[in-house]
Nanobody
Framework: QVQLVESGGGLVRPGASLRLSCAISARTRGTLYMGWFRQAPGKERERVATISLSGRTTDYGDFVKGRFTISRDNAKNTADLQMNGLEPEDTAVYYC????????????????WGQGTQVTVSS
């Protein structure tokens, strides 16, 4: 059973930074394409960022505008999302996701989801 466990969410002021981390089950080490998605109240879930198996290829939603960075450490079996310049519009539940193919991950239909972590940006 693959498990993804997110951590690092919280309440911050506009302009602040947060780092989300996703711990991945050990037996999947380096074998899943990883991504972060988010869902705000009353809105559909949207893709924030994805990263390849090696970590060399990343992709981001248009709204990121260079503020977020996705990374992975296959030795530690983690996938992180560094978020800078947070705005109130970034308020959402953030989900870690893993998939055996990049196409299913990018389409928003990954094989595995984490339970989500709340990020709230408010003054």
């Amino acid at each position: 059973q693959v498990q993804l466990v997110e951590s690092g969410g919280g309440l911050v002021r506009p302009g602040a930074s947060l780092r989300l981390s996703c711990a991945i089950s050990a037996r999947t080490r380096g074998t899943l394409y990883m991504g972060w998605f988010r869902q705000a109240p009353g809105k559909e879930r949207e893709r924030v960022a994805t990263i390849s198996l090696s970590g060399r290829t990343t992709d981001y939603g248009d709204f990121v505008k260079g503020r977020f960075t996705i990374s992975r450490d296959n030795a530690k079996n983690t996938a992180d999302l560094q978020m800078n310049g947070l705005e109130p519009e970034d308020t959402a539940v953030y989900y870690c996701a893993g998939a055996t193919t990049m196409s299913t991950l990018a389409a928003g239909t990954p094989d595995y989801w984490g339970q989500g972590t709340q990020v709230t940006v408010s003054s």
